[in-house]
């Protein structure tokens, strides 16, 4: 069984920074997909920043140059580093992991990720970002 668990959300100028921590447990957790969405009310979902176990990452084309992801192996950690923080950055980020499937899979042929959330097995509680 996997857990998420994100923290780092909070209150940030726009211009700021940012950076969000999801701490995963499960013995496979180094093997899997894992990555960020986010979600506006009223909104879907949309995937941001997706790394695999290589450490290879890949972002959506709205976030793109200014999101940046990595894992620790060892302390299985992922992190989401956001500079130059927009409004429209303002949303619940979930951590997320999928079991069979890369990050690079959802790869919209143009560099830019684009995951389906229905894909991914696992998700963290969430964690606010609010951009004034």
């Known amino acids: 069984h996997v857990q998420l668990v994100e923290s780092g959300g909070g209150s940030v100028q726009a211009g700021g920074s940012l950076r969000l921590s999801c701490v995963a447990s499960?013995?496979?957790?180094?093997?899997?997909?894992m990555g960020w969405f986010r979600q506006i009310p009223d909104k879907e979902r949309e995937g941001v920043a997706g790394?695999?176990?290589?450490?290879?990452?890949i972002y959506s084309e709205s976030v793109k140059g200014r999101f940046t992801t990595s894992k620790d192996k060892t302390k299985r950690t992922l992190h989401l580093q956001i500079a130059d923080l927009k409004v429209e950055d303002a949303a619940t980020y979930y951590c997320v992991a999928h079991s069979s499937r890369s990050c690079q899979a959802y790869d919209c042929h143009s560099g830019f990720w684009c995951p389906w959330a229905a894909d991914f097995d696992y998700w963290g509680q969430g964690t606010q970002v609010t951009v004034s």
């Open positions: 499960g013995d496979t957790i180094g093997r899997y997909c």
């Open positions: 790394i695999d176990s290589d450490g290879s990452a």
